[in-house]
């Protein structure tokens, strides 16, 4: 139970992972080979906060500083 626990990522490092990719791509590397969940968790994180970064930049850019 307690390695069920630890194989999890924590919603910190969650959020922060969504918000700075390589952060994410970090801790899957870091993780991947003792703590699998974690790591895959980490690299979903970073892969779905790629697009949202450039639809954000995108809205930004077009919308708000014409």
């Not at 194989?7 to 959020?15: A, H, T, V």
């Not at 390589?22 to 993780?31: A, E």
């Amino acid at each position: 139970m307690k390695d069920m626990q630890k194989d999890e990522l924590s919603r910190f490092w969650f959020m922060v992972s969504n918000a700075i990719p390589p952060v994410g791509v970090f801790l899957y590397f870091k993780h991947r080979k003792n703590h699998p969940k974690k790591a895959n968790r980490a690299l979903t994180s970073a892969m779905i906060g790629v697009p949202m970064a450039l639809v954000m930049s995108y809205i930004i850019n077009t919308h708000l500083l014409k």
